[in-house]
T-cell receptor
Framework: GEDVEQSLFLSVREGDSSVINCTYT??????LYWYKQEPGAGLQLLTY?????DMKQDQRLTVLLNKKDKHLSLRIADTQTGDSAIYFC???????????FGGGTRLMVKP | EAGVAQSPRYKIIEKRQSVAFWCNPI?????LYWYQQILGQGPKLLIQ????????DSQLPKDRFSAERLKGVDSTLKIQPAKLEDSAVYLC??????????????FGSGTRLTVV
């Protein structure tokens, strides 16, 4: 199976909170990342969390990490139409230091 | 600072033709990556360079794909001959150190390849 898994699609109303979930398999991953990709654009780093942290907050973004369950989530507060995009989680493994990406979650924000 | 530059932005070729993509990383970034992103999927690493040496090319289909970074700066990725399943966006990324700094990698906008 895939190393990093995400649900395909999430739809929310403007102003609501969005929660995008991700599971990974490599317990030795040191950093976990969330990237945003808008149509026709490259990947933009949103935030990251070190594996010894449980939570990180950055303005409207909150990252929660459950290392025991290898579960990562991204919460976007007060979701706006400009947040509509595909969100990728990625793990950085110790071996090779490369980033391995999930398949992406398409977030649709309805006005 | 200038970002990662890639060209061309779009390319349409017939199957069995050849194609090359170019990447200019951020100045001073020693590590360069090529990723393939098939529509509806996440990016998958094809090859990682450290300066002008290959660190990991285990996922590169070497019968048709090749990549080089001769002077440790720009890189080219070539496909010869192309197959229909090579249709994807090819993303180049660079980082100061292997694995990226805390900020991960910086990605270019990609080259969208369509093989018909």
């Amino acid at each position: 199976g895939e190393d990093v898994e995400q649900s395909l699609f999430l739809s929310v109303r403007e102003g609501d909170s969005s929660v995008i979930n991700c599971t990974y398999t490599d317990s030795s991953s040191t950093y976990l990342y969330w990237y945003k990709q808008e149509p026709g654009a490259g990947l933009q780093l949103l935030t990251y969390i070190f594996s010894n942290m449980d939570m990180k907050q950055d303005q409207r973004l909150t990252v929660l990490l459950n290392k025991k369950d290898k579960h990562l989530s991204l919460r976007i507060a007060d979701t706006q139409t400009g947040d509509s995009a595909i969100y990728f989680c990625a793990e950085r493994k110790n071996a090779g230091n490369m980033l391995t990406f999930g398949g992406g979650t398409r977030l649709m924000v309805k006005p | 600072e200038a970002g990662v530059a890639q060209s061309p932005r779009y390319k349409i070729i017939e199957k069995r033709q050849s194609v090359a993509f170019w990447c200019n990383p951020i100045s001073g970034h020693a590590t360069l990556y090529w990723y393939q992103q098939i529509l509806g999927q996440g990016p998958k690493l094809l090859i990682q360079f450290q300066n002008n040496g290959v660190v990991d090319d285990s996922q590169l289909p070497k019968d048709r794909f090749s990549a080089e970074r001769l002077k440790g700066v720009d890189s080219t990725l070539k496909i010869q001959p192309a197959k229909l399943e090579d249709s994807a966006v090819y993303l180049c990324a660079s980082s100061l150190i292997p694995g990226g700094t805390l900020n991960g990698y910086t990605f270019g906008s990609g080259t969208r390849l369509t093989v018909v």
